[in-house]
């Protein structure tokens, strides 16, 4: 733990100063002795369930050094654990500045099945291009990525489930570190180092200031929003017929809105410092438009930074589609309530699923790493440049 700076706990979302993080015995194992499980109250309190909850003990230690001695054993460990829920802290998550990006959005717009396809953009092709590398922290977040992302959609080709309510059990945060080599000619190369946490959440948990409240405190230690809009869902792109859609856009993220300026205490007339980008998904079902007309149709140009220019182009045609669709409130609500926010064009699949089954091309990813490449570079890990001098 390097500084003095408050770590927030991935998890429960509590805000701990560096010297209330605890320590948790390693336990017995093989020949080493140790401490051996008691049920962990708090642990099981968080989970809803003692299933999982018996561990060996946690201690409070200065830890300085990274690890302590456990006053019941002896043994030394580096393993950490919050002082709220008791869930573990990864070292590495400890050692870098986290960033927590709240990913929300309607029922139907497709908030996991984008997930699985950013990260294993990240890990691959992305994390080519950038030099970096995308690992994560625990084994809860491989597991769950390989049980709930990757294993239906890239493995079995078919679309990863809804996301469940918070209201039906506590849902895993994904955290990975991301780390990103910078290359110097003149100097040495630069490491940097990001704690990423994503949590998504269920379009019904949304609905309602009290479940707002009571299940998702998360948005509250929201570094970033990403909001995910299906644009067939939007006013404009009904028929006359349709019925109306239960999760409007605009009212989920005042409901986010009205999360983050509880934790920031601004004033209704105050712009929030929260960068938001917001998303359309699904943009291959609005249909190709003539090449070169349409930068929203266009590839990145893979160079390994922002290119501005690009960036300007495609928020410049989502927000001419938002005000066709008869969306623009969206757009002039993000202005007057953040000091910054940008448009996305995306495409998880590539092409339109076959019912619940990728297409038969499979999955052909356009643009899905924009919103987060964007947030890079305002967290200062991506450099921006304007290939046409502007």
Not at 181 to 197: E, F, I
Not at 235 to 258: H, K, S, W
Not at 275 to 300: C, N
Request: glycine share 10%; proline share 8%; hydrophobic share 35%.
């Amino acid at each position: 733990m390097s500084g003095r700076r408050d770590v927030t706990c991935p998890y429960c979302f509590a805000s701990v100063a560096p010297r209330e993080i605890l320590f948790r015995c390693r336990g017995r194992a093989g020949r080493r002795g140790g401490c051996a499980p008691v049920l962990d109250e708090e642990l099981a309190a968080y989970t809803g369930s003692t299933a999982n909850a018996s561990l060996p003990p946690v201690f409070a230690a200065p830890g300085r050094s990274g690890r302590a001695e456990c006053p019941g054993c002896g043994g030394p460990t580096g393993n950490r654990a919050c002082p709220r829920c008791h869930n573990p802290l990864p070292a590495a998550y400890c050692a870098h500045p986290g960033r927590i990006v709240a990913l929300v959005g309607a029922k139907n717009a497709g908030k996991s099945t984008y997930i699985a396809v950013l990260l294993h953009e990240l890990m691959n092709r992305v994390g080519t291009e950038l030099d970096a590398s995308l690992v994560a922290c625990d084994d809860r977040t491989i597991e769950r990525y390989r049980r709930d992302f990757a294993r239906p959609l890239l493995t079995e080709r078919r679309l990863p489930p809804t996301t469940t309510s918070a209201a039906t059990a506590p849902r895993e945060p994904l955290v990975y570190l991301l780390t990103r080599t910078r290359r110097a000619r003149l100097r040495r190369d630069r490491t940097d180092s990001l704690a990423l946490v994503l949590f998504d959440s269920a379009g019904e948990d949304l609905r309602s200031r009290e479940v707002t409240d009571l299940h998702l405190r998360y948005l509250e230690a929201a570094d970033a929003v990403v909001l995910l809009v299906d644009p067939m869902e939007l006013p404009g792109g009904r028929g006359a017929g349709d019925a109306p859609v239960q999760d409007d856009p605009i009212d989920i993220i005042v409901r986010v809105t009205e999360a983050l300026r509880r934790r920031h205490g601004t004033a209704p007339g105050e712009r929030l410092p929260v960068p938001v980008a917001v998303a359309l998904t699904k943009i291959d079902m609005l249909g190709a438009e003539p090449p070169g007309q349409s930068a929203l149709h266009r590839s990145r140009s893979g160079s390994g930074v922002l290119d501005l220019d690009d960036r300007d182009a495609v928020d410049a045609q989502v927000r001419a589609l938002l005000h066709d669709r008869q969306a623009g409130r969206l757009d002039t609500y993000l202005a007057q309530q953040y000091t910054d926010h940008a448009l996305f064009g995306l495409s998880a699949l590539g092409a339109a699923p076959a019912g619940d089954r990728v297409g038969a091309g499979g999955v052909r990813p356009h643009r899905a790493e924009d919103p987060l490449l964007w947030l890079l570079y305002r967290f200062g890990m991506l450099a921006g440049t304007r290939p046409g001098g502007g």
